[in-house]
């Protein structure tokens, strides 16, 4: 039978979500999913597993459909792939790779098949796949000799890969056959299949038992312990055989060595190939989608063998249909079926909007449903004193990746799913993306099942919870200044991207200057320290790490011990003891940590403004106030009629602004910073309001900034845009003037073209923002 439509359920993702707990939600989910991220693709460190990532961009995702105003410009949410990397060098596609558009019921399929078909105008005959769950790639051939081979990177502009993708089976450095095109560019996705997947795993388990072994024979003193959190970080266990394909193909083998290097060729060697289509060519010999594919196997490429061509849309659904009962009966791991347009000349007839073509989609399958154990329910605290209880489960393994956990938002929840900790409960993904538990298996409970009771004191403080105001459905915890949660978040928070931008200052480095094992009494009691710390005081922490989401401590899957780091310490090498130096030194993290405060100490006030931890004070509030006020000083002593009438901060801001420079060990942490050499002002400031361009070229004129515009980076374009006297807005609308585009652009683009908004490029912008939109007139005069 197959599975049936997804249900809309934001509902019950977002139970009666204020514009104020949404506000502080879209502010954390951002920080965190840009700063793992960051990791995932400019380290190839993965600091969540795959279905944490995915819950966290959903419930973005909800909350932005729920509360539109919310979405800013610098949304991860409106990022389409991942920026180039600076690890590989950047290749530019001669021809754009395209995203796909999704439809997720077969209604809407039908609906799509039919719009297309009347836009052709005639009969279609229509081409459906499977779609791979892997990494996009674009192999360019010249003369049949393979030249490059790129991710996609943002679209316009991949990472060459070549180096690792000329040992990926099913990748030929040339051609077979006669008769190539000077220039082709072939599209396809390397992945890895999933028995492969399984012995990758099992092998990382091997070199870790390895890497303990290798340890043990050169220690005199060995922690059995320390050598397996070691190896467990040289080692991990992969999320699922995407993440595994994505960091195989984009490794740098020539920086590794011994077990490392042993380890990165197999998962290397794991990786398969399939091409789906073409990019640049200028004239192909062939008339349809499939020919295409025949040509390719011609060619020695490997297409796969799971497609098929049918004249009627209901042969389309019947193979939508048949792989949604069989979709784990195939070698690979797929995300839904790709419906095209099977003749090559309708693909240019029918076009493309600036993301995707018109000539093709992907369906997405309903989420996938599974029963696991609810194990227990447990309580975290947030950096703004709310609870959350999260759902504790048996691993399992739901839309390819293996749940341990997913929230339940608040008690009411809780009651209105109607789950005891003991149950066997519904779990699946929504969207095949965020972790949800449905409900219990009523008919398996034995008994011994207990009833959940959201805890009346703070799991971190012992504080009492309460609503932060009558009517509230959460609870949170009061104590602001010295709850570890609170405070752990916080500090976190100061080294987000949206904030200092302070690398160092992560997950497990907040918790140990905040929450130290190692010593009894912490560096840091509120945030107000932060710019004093010595390497004195760093050396000596130890700290137990944390699950970043419930903030249990993690435990180790073979010991069964927490899981405990030294952070900030190394042992002495051998030629260090030759030289008379005894007891741990500072590790690199800790110099680093130093080195960044030190550099944060002057970074815009803006920033600082967002480190702050205000309520509601995001960036583009934070650039506003700075922009009018100039400093922390002239802010807190405005009235609330002067700070609420700053454009861009308003009533709500303003209230929140004078509440938290009421508290009394707020003023301490300005004061300390500030003591530190902090320069919570901006040099040359002229005073409140003087700053503020007015009559500038710009002068009420509404730009849009999206994507990466070339010379600027997103926050450069902003201030240029009210340098220039404009407003610089984070969504589009009708009173939208103009949307700067430039690659890796995202809704915002199709949203201007909806609207008839203009559309202009960096070189346009550059002009719009020093001569204004007359020079823009004056290039182009027919432009509306």
């Known amino acids: 039978m197959a599975a049936e439509a997804p249900v809309d359920s934001e509902a019950s993702e977002l139970p009666d979500l204020t514009l104020e707990q949404a506000r502080d939600e879209v502010r954390t989910l951002s920080e965190q999913i840009l700063g793992a991220r960051d990791a995932y693709y400019g380290r190839d460190a993965e600091l969540v597993d795959d279905a944490t990532y995915d819950a966290w961009m959903h419930r973005l995702e909800a909350i932005e459909r729920l509360y539109p105003e919310l979405q800013g410009q610098d949304s991860p949410t409106l990022t389409v792939g991942a920026a180039q990397g600076t690890q590989f060098a950047p290749v530019?596609?001669?021809?754009?790779?395209?995203?796909?558009?999704?439809?997720?019921?077969?209604?809407?399929?039908?609906?799509?098949?039919?719009?297309?078909?009347?836009?052709?105008?005639?009969?279609?005959?229509?081409?459906?796949?499977?779609?791979?769950?892997?990494?996009?790639?674009?192999?360019?051939?010249?003369?049949?000799?393979?030249?490059?081979?790129?991710?996609?990177?943002?679209?316009?502009v991949g990472e060459d890969v070549t180096f690792n993708a000329v040992r990926v089976t099913g990748i030929p450095q040339r051609l077979a056959g006669t008769g190539h095109p000077p220039i082709v560019e072939v599209r396809g996705e390397v992945f890895?299949?999933?028995?492969?997947?399984?012995?990758?795993?099992?092998?990382?388990?091997?070199?870790?038992?390895?890497?303990?072994?290798?340890?043990?024979?050169?220690?005199?003193?060995?922690?059995?312990?320390?050598?397996?959190?070691?190896?467990?970080?040289?080692?991990?266990?992969?999320?699922?055989?995407?993440?595994?394909?994505?960091?195989?193909?984009?490794?740098?083998?020539?920086?590794?060595?011994?077990?490392?290097?042993?380890?990165?060729?197999?998962?290397?060697?794991?990786?398969?190939?399939?091409?789906?289509?073409?990019?640049?060519?200028?004239?192909?010999?062939?008339?349809?989608?499939?020919?295409?594919?025949?040509?390719?196997?011609?060619?020695?490429?490997?297409?796969?063998?799971?497609?098929?061509?049918?004249?009627?849309?209901?042969?389309?659904?019947?193979?939508?249909?048949?792989?949604?009962?069989?979709?784990?009966?195939?070698?690979?791991?797929?995300?839904?079926?790709?419906?095209?347009?099977?003749?090559?000349?309708?693909?240019?007839?029918?076009?493309?909007?600036s993301r995707a073509p018109r000539w093709a989609i992907a369906y997405k399958y309903p989420p996938e449903q599974v029963n696991t154990k609810l194990l227990d329910i447990v309580v975290s605290v947030g950096r703004t004193g709310r609870a959350t209880p999260f759902a504790v489960m048996a691993p399992a393994r739901v839309a390819g990746s293996v749940v341990r956990q997913a929230t339940l938002h608040n008690q009411d929840v809780v009651r209105a799913k109607g789950v005891l900790i003991g149950d066997t409960v519904v779990l699946r993904k929504a969207g095949d993306v965020i972790p949800e538990v449905l409900g219990p298996v009523v008919e398996l409970r034995d008994g011994t099942e207990r009833e959940f009771v959201m805890p009346t004191e703070c799991p971190e403080c012992g504080w009492t919870l309460a609503p932060a105001k009558e009517g509230d459905i959460d609870l949170r915890c009061p104590n602001t200044r010295a709850c570890p949660a609170q405070v752990r978040g916080r500090v976190e928070h100061i080294g987000s991207r949206g904030a200092l931008d302070i690398e160092a200052l992560g997950e497990v480095t907040a918790a140990a200057l905040t929450q130290p094992s190692t010593p009894a009494i912490p560096p840091l009691e509120t945030e107000a320290g932060l710019f004093d710390l010595t390497i004195e005081q760093l050396v000596p922490i130890e700290v137990i790490v944390r699950d970043s989401e419930t903030g249990e401590p993690r435990v180790d899957e073979k010991t069964g011990k927490r899981v405990r780091r030294a952070p900030f310490r190394r042992n002495l090498s051998p030629a260090e003891k030759k030289q008379g130096l005894t007891g741990p030194q500072p590790s690199a993290q800790a110099i680093t940590?130093?080195?960044?405060?030190?550099?944060?100490?002057?970074?815009?006030?803006?920033?600082?403004?967002?480190?702050?931890?205000?309520?509601?004070?995001?960036?583009?509030?934070?650039?506003?106030?700075?922009?009018?006020?100039?400093?922390?000083?002239?802010?807190?002593?405005?009235?609330?009629?002067d700070l609420a009438a700053v454009e861009g901060v308003g009533g709500i801001i303003a209230d929140a602004l004078i509440d938290w420079f009421e508290v009394d060990w707020h003023q301490e942490i300005v004061e300390r910073w500030m003591a530190a050499g902090a320069q919570l002002a901006t040099p040359g400031h002229p005073g409140p309001g003087a700053a503020v361009v007015e009559g500038g070229v710009l002068e009420g004129i509404t730009v849009v900034a999206t994507g990466s515009l070339e010379g600027y980076t997103r926050e450069g374009a902003q201030e240029a845009i009210i340098a220039a006297g404009g407003k610089s807005a984070s969504s589009v609308s009708k009173k939208t003037d103009f949307v700067a585009a430039g690659p890796g652009a995202?809704?915002?683009?199709?949203?201007?073209?909806?609207?008839?908004?203009?559309?202009?490029?960096?070189?346009?912008?550059?002009l719009l923002v020093t001569e204004g939109p007359s020079a823009l007139e004056a290039l182009d005069p027919d432009a509306d």
């Open 746 to 766: 995202g809704s915002k683009l199709g949203k201007a073209e909806e609207l008839g908004v203009r559309i202009i490029d960096a070189a346009q912008f550059r």
């Open 192 to 353: 890895i299949p999933v028995a492969a997947f399984a012995a990758l795993n099992a092998l990382q388990a091997d070199m870790r038992d390895r890497a303990v072994e290798e340890t043990r024979a050169r220690s005199r003193a060995f922690d059995e312990d320390k050598a397996r959190i070691s190896a467990e970080r040289r080692f991990p266990a992969f999320a699922n055989p995407r993440n595994a394909a994505s960091g195989g193909l984009r490794q740098q083998l020539d920086k590794k060595d011994g077990l490392e290097l042993e380890a990165g060729q197999a998962r290397l060697d794991s990786l398969r190939l399939f091409v789906h289509g073409i990019g640049a060519w200028e004239r192909p010999p062939v008339d349809s989608q499939s020919e295409i594919y025949a040509l390719l196997k011609e060619w020695g490429l490997p297409t796969s063998p799971y497609y098929q061509t049918t004249d009627t849309i209901d042969g389309v659904t019947a193979f939508v249909e048949h792989y949604g009962e069989h979709r784990h009966d195939v070698e690979h791991e797929i995300d839904g079926i790709v419906v095209k347009v099977d003749e090559l000349a309708l693909h240019d007839e029918l076009g493309a909007t």
């Open 92 to 156: 530019e596609h001669a021809e754009r790779m395209l995203s796909l558009d999704n439809v997720f019921s077969l209604d809407e399929l039908r609906e799509w098949c039919a719009k297309a078909q009347a836009g052709a105008g005639r009969a279609v005959r229509w081409l459906t796949e499977l779609k791979i769950d892997g990494l996009a790639i674009s192999l360019r051939y010249e003369n049949g000799v393979l030249t490059s081979a790129a991710t996609r990177g943002d679209g316009r």
């Open 593 to 641: 940590l130093l080195e960044e405060l030190q550099k944060a100490k002057t970074k815009d006030l803006w920033r600082f403004l967002v480190a702050l931890n205000i309520r509601h004070v995001g960036p583009v509030a934070a650039r506003a106030l700075a922009q009018w006020f100039g400093s922390v000083d002239e802010i807190r002593r405005a009235s609330r009629k």
